[in-house]
């Protein structure tokens, strides 16, 4: 998971773990990479 994470960043040019963490919280990309889903699914 982290390899995906690394190489995902570093394709579109996300080098500082600062802003790789704030994109990581906003951007859907990250959590298709990753295969996270939300703990509470809507109705």
Known sequence: ?????????YLNR????RRRLETECR???YRVVLE???HDPAP
């Open 36 to 38: 996270v889903t939300p």
């Open 14 to 17: 996300i080098r500082s773990s």
């Open 1 to 9: 998971m982290l390899l995906k994470l690394y190489l995902y960043g």
């Open 27 to 29: 951007d859907a990309q």
